[in-house]
């Protein structure tokens, strides 16, 4: 017998413009409070606080707190070390998705894992590594006195575990989307008769501009904000070898509150604006970034 | 049309990266590395001036005295691990003894090598309690009362942990009759009152003073008096307990280090200048006992108490001995530390 096909509609059919949902208002307007509170707590307030203490002695102070060298010393060595682990890992970042998206072989799993190694790794384990390996007593310390390299407690300590934290970030982001975008482009391109090189610059990187500058993004961020590896293999020298994030830890414990926010009020704004220029991104170019990016 | 910003994007990128990378500090300069434990970092800040202008004034050149700071445990691991200390300025000998054993960079007798054991300046172990001192803590024995919260570091990283814990014990010891089970097993409930244990005494000084923690802070007497200095003498009080330790943070040169880079004459006027009037004056004013009490400010002198104090040769049979029965994998304080 066929079904009367009013039994399949709903009792009460949704008013046009009416909230697809159906929990109550009540539950909903819980939700929503839980939610938002959440928000408020856990990244709001801190974000208020770090500012609130930086200018708690007034605008002066907060300015008075960047007119010491050490400081300043900190935040060049933070850039230089960016400056050096980012483009690496752009590099780096592109060699692996470019191998793991486009082509296939034997422990291509095994490499994907090794590349999200960092995420599961805790950052001092990997800072203690270097210094298992490159410190006075670790396996490569007698060789690299005895040519007189410093690597553990110098700016190239510092980059390595910086390199080794970020080391996922662009390829997580690059890996998806050339895997989403196939071979076919890369495959006319070479049957028109242009090279490997080429077909690389002309086809494969236009492809992923924009992903490749989010990834960039969301390295230079994690690369200026590592605190734990790089402690490790810092040896804290004043002025020499502190990052940003050491040098708000040393002036936190230097009884110098004002200061030690003022410069983590720093590390807030690049948060911030690593959030905007991610939020832009993912608004205008948002058919050019990994699905997973998109909403 | 989009090729064209991501060009633009990439060049502006280019063009910050090598000013960035440009920019750090590539002038050279004397500069001399002193490895230090956590609470001198107001002692040394005032000091490095004062070498600095003393060495100008000797030579005519300039030096930088560049400085590290955190537990006196952590930072001797770290020299042993590389790092280029011209001169260490450590909490306890058995730090630099450990330098010297797992590297060679300066003999096994290096205590010997300056006057007072190396020590330009002692200090001892005092409590820190909230005004007014609510809790009545008055000595050792108050500190295992059922609602007292103990705030010290981990001896197992902090120098000035390892010197209240060896207070602690001497305390458990005198108050027992010299039984050392006794002693063991104050010290050990002492511990079950401690909710969080800090690298450095530092650290442990802001638990307290800052976060809010803990009823008494176990400190180095430089680092009570400079909290009352530093948050206010209306916030803390300092209890001196019946008997306490002798604490002698040592110093000496790396001499490996220094002959390696050439700094040796610059690290042993520094550490003169230590003994001398300068220094003297400058321990004593950052509330260091100064062992040449009579080159220091009368006044800064005279804030210190009398204290019955312990000596860790003459009581604990030198740190060598106390180092491992006490600190080593399996000794008393592996023993009786169980984290809750």
């Keep these: ?295 | 049309m989009h090729r064209r910003t991501f060009t633009r994007a990439l060049t502006a990128l280019a063009l910050v990266v090598p000013l960035s990378a440009a920019a750090p500090t590539a002038f050279a300069q004397t500069t001399l590395t002193n490895v230090s434990y956590d609470p001198t970092r107001e002692l040394y800040k005032e000091f490095n001036a004062a070498f600095a202008k003393s060495w100008k004034a000797e030579t005519g050149e300039d030096i930088r005295v560049q400085v590290s700071h955190g537990g006196s445990g952590k930072q001797a691991r770290s020299v042993i691990d590389g790092l280029n200390a011209d001169v260490v300025t450590l909490a306890l000998a058995a730090d630099i003894d450990a330098i010297a054993k797992a590297t060679g960079k300066l003999p096994a007798d290096w205590q010997k090598r300056l006057p007072h054991n190396s020590s330009p300046y002692t200090s001892t172990i005092v409590f820190l309690v909230r005004k007014g001192n609510p809790k009545g803590i008055k000595d050792w024995g108050d500190l295992v009362k059922a609602d007292v919260q103990v705030i010290t570091p981990n001896p197992k990283t902090s120098g000035g942990a390892r010197w209240n814990y060896l207070a602690a014990w001497a305390y458990g010891r005198e108050a027992n009759g010299g039984d050392d089970a006794k002693a063991k097993a104050f010290v050990a409930e002492l511990f079950k009152h401690v909710p969080v244990l800090d690298t450095g005494a530092r650290g442990s000084t802001t638990t307290f003073a800052q976060r809010g923690l803990g009823d008494v802070l176990l400190a180095w007497e430089n680092e009570a008096y400079l909290s009352l200095k530093e948050f206010g003498e209306d916030k803390f009080d300092i209890v001196f307990p019946s008997i306490s330790i002798l604490a002698e943070p040592p110093v000496a040169i790396v001499d490996a280090n220094v002959d390696k880079s050439g700094t040796r004459k610059a690290a042993e006027a520094y550490l003169k200048l230590l003994y001398a009037k300068e220094g003297q004056t400058i321990a004593a004013k950052n509330f260091y006992r100064p062992v040449s009490p009579d080159l220091a400010e009368k006044a800064d002198v005279d804030r210190f108490q009398k204290l019955k104090l312990v000596t860790i040769d003459k009581d604990f049979g030198g740190w060598g001995k106390a180092q491992s029965e006490h600190f080593g994998d399996g000794g008393t304080f592996d023993q009786i530390y169980k984290p809750n």
């Design chain 1, 1 to 295: 017998m066929p079904a009367d096909p009013r039994q399949t509609l709903p009792a009460h059919p949704v008013a046009a413009g009416a909230s697809p949902t159906t929990e109550p208002i009540a539950v909903r307007l819980a939700l929503i409070t839980v939610a938002l509170a959440f928000l408020a707590l856990f990244l709001v307030l801190p974000l208020i606080a770090v500012f609130a203490e930086a200018f708690r002695n007034g605008v002066d102070a907060y300015f008075a707190s960047f007119d010491d060298p050490d400081t300043w010393s900190a935040v060049w060595l933070t850039l230089g070390v960016a400056a050096i682990a980012v483009p690496l890992n752009v590099v780096f970042g592109l060699a692996a998705s470019w191998a793991v998206a486009k082509h296939e072989f034997r422990g291509k799993s095994l490499l994907v894992t090794l590349i999200d190694l960092p995420f599961s790794v805790s950052p001092v384990v990997s800072g203690m590594c270097y210094v298992l390996l490159f410190g006075a007593q670790g396996y490569f310390g007698h060789y690299l006195q005895s040519v007189g390299v410093q690597i553990i407690f110098a700016v190239p300590g510092l980059v390595l575990a910086t390199i080794f934290v970020t080391f996922p970030f662009v390829a997580r982001e690059l890996i998806p989307l050339m895997q989403e975008q196939g071979v076919s482009e890369e495959e006319a391109a070479l049957s028109l008769g242009a090279g490997g090189w080429r077909t690389f610059w002309s086809v494969t990187l236009p492809n992923v501009r924009w992903a490749l500058l989010y990834g960039v993004l969301l390295c230079n961020a994690r690369a200026m904000g590592e605190f734990g590896a790089v402690s490790v293999v810092s040896g804290h020298l004043r002025g020499q070898t502190n990052t940003v994030p050491l040098q708000v830890e040393i002036l936190y414990n230097d009884y110098n509150f004002v200061a030690a926010f003022a410069v983590a009020s720093l590390l807030a704004g690049l948060g911030l604006v690593t959030l905007v220029v991610k939020s832009a991104l993912e608004w205008r170019y948002a058919d050019q970034l990994a699905s997973g990016r998109r909403h």
